[in-house]
């Protein structure tokens, strides 16, 4: 009687796991409901990637006749309507380096600090929560920080290293959140196996997480990197609009966003400026793909 009445009940379960009792109307409602999210999420995406094939489709159509190889080694002439953007590209590339000097090794060393050598209390939530407000802090705001504290107060003036460490600043937090995050992913027991050996927290922490945590450390630097060449209003505050070539990074210069913007804004030329934009979006765009091709899904 037992064993009977448990079989039964064992064959009815089954059943109604697979759906053996379910009613028609709703296992047809579910069908429909299915099909719908497919579609609504299908067509959102080939909405997002519309919009961005819009635009490059629009830049390359208005930007792509003047982009050549000498664009980029030239230098502007009659404040930008002719030449090309070397002295630009250059000051871009010396004001991403700049920044990132000084925020990555921040933004690693805050990281491994708050996953290795703290727990959660009360200090640890006071410095993630500091580093969320930094990121929801408008980029103009940084700028005018910025020109207060580096151009006036410190005397550096509109210079690469005032906009570097205004730009350092801003990109603090994306460093310490991917770092972070990329320092937990490695798993404990690594960490168990090298204390086992006898190595020290330090060596633990500089021979096996780092390195395992490269992909996701590297994602975040670049992500920083893809922000930094494309800021503008911070950048116009700190660093200046100078189209000289710099010789140091006391000097003046001018971004390509920036340039971009003058070039725009002030009806300088509009041909010249979409191809600076096209050159602009082509930067972030490599940028981001090897942020994506470095990242922790995509290595492991």
């Given at each position: 009687?037992?064993?009977?009445?448990?079989?039964?009940?064992?064959?009815?379960?089954?059943?109604?796991?697979?759906?053996g009792?379910?009613n028609?109307?709703?296992r047809?409602?579910?069908?429909?409901?299915?099909?719908?999210?497919?579609?609504?999420?299908?067509?959102?995406?080939?909405?997002?990637?519309?919009?961005?094939?819009?635009?490059?489709?629009?830049?390359?159509?208005?930007?792509?006749?003047?982009?050549?190889?000498?664009?980029?080694?030239e230098?502007?002439?009659?404040?930008?309507?002719?030449?090309?953007?070397?002295?630009?590209?250059?000051?871009?590339?010396?004001l991403?380096?700049?920044?990132?000097?000084?925020?990555?090794?921040?933004?690693?060393?805050?990281?491994?600090?708050?996953?290795?050598?703290?727990?959660?209390?009360?200090?640890?939530?006071?410095?993630?929560f500091?580093?969320?407000?930094?990121?929801?802090?408008?980029?103009?705001?940084?700028?005018?920080?910025?020109?207060?504290?580096?151009?006036?107060?410190?005397?550096?003036?509109?210079?690469?290293?005032?906009?570097?460490?205004?730009?350092?600043?801003?990109?603090?937090?994306?460093?310490?959140?991917?770092?972070?995050?990329?320092?937990?992913?490695?798993?404990?027991?690594?960490?168990?196996?090298?204390?086992?050996?006898?190595a020290?927290?330090?060596?633990?922490?500089?021979?096996?997480?780092?390195?395992?945590?490269?992909?996701?450390?590297?994602?975040?630097?670049i992500?920083?990197?893809?922000?930094?060449?494309?800021?503008?209003?911070?950048?116009?505050?700190?660093?200046?609009?100078?189209?000289?070539?710099?010789?140091s990074?006391?000097?003046?210069?001018?971004?390509?966003?920036?340039?971009?913007?003058?070039?725009?804004?002030?009806?300088?030329?509009?041909?010249?400026?979409?191809?600076?934009?096209?050159?602009?979006?082509?930067?972030?765009?490599?940028?981001?793909?090897?942020?994506?091709?470095?990242?922790?899904?995509?290595?492991?």
């Amino acid at each position: 009687m037992c064993l009977c009445g448990k079989s039964k009940w064992y064959s009815k379960g089954k059943g109604n796991q697979k759906g053996g009792n379910v009613n028609p109307e709703i296992r047809r409602l579910n069908r429909v409901f299915h099909r719908l999210g497919h579609l609504l999420t299908a067509w959102m995406t080939v909405l997002v990637l519309g919009i961005l094939a819009a635009i490059l489709v629009f830049l390359f159509i208005n930007g792509a006749e003047k982009l050549s190889f000498n664009f980029f080694l030239e230098s502007p002439i009659d404040l930008g309507r002719e030449g090309g953007i070397f002295p630009i590209l250059v000051s871009t590339i010396l004001l991403a380096m700049t920044s990132l000097f000084i925020a990555v090794p921040l933004g690693i060393g805050t990281a491994v600090y708050l996953t290795e050598y703290t727990t959660d209390s009360y200090v640890t939530l006071i410095i993630r929560f500091g580093a969320e407000c930094l990121a929801g802090i408008p980029s103009i705001i940084f700028g005018l920080f910025g020109f207060m504290l580096f151009v006036v107060s410190l005397g550096m003036g509109w210079s690469i290293i005032s906009g570097g460490l205004t730009l350092a600043c801003m990109v603090l937090p994306t460093i310490i959140r991917t770092s972070e995050e990329a320092i937990k992913s490695v798993p404990k027991v690594l960490r168990e196996v090298g204390f086992s050996l006898g190595a020290t927290k330090s060596q633990v922490i500089w021979n096996i997480v780092l390195p395992h945590a490269r992909g996701g450390i590297a994602t975040g630097i670049i992500l920083a990197l893809g922000r930094v060449i494309g800021e503008t209003a911070c950048v116009i505050f700190t660093t200046g609009i100078s189209l000289e070539m710099p010789t140091s990074l006391f000097d003046s210069a001018r971004s390509m966003s920036v340039h971009f913007y003058l070039l725009a804004r002030e009806g300088i030329s509009m041909e010249m400026a979409y191809t600076t934009a096209l050159a602009l979006v082509g930067m972030i765009l490599i940028i981001n793909s090897l942020a994506a091709f470095l990242s922790p899904r995509r290595t492991r």
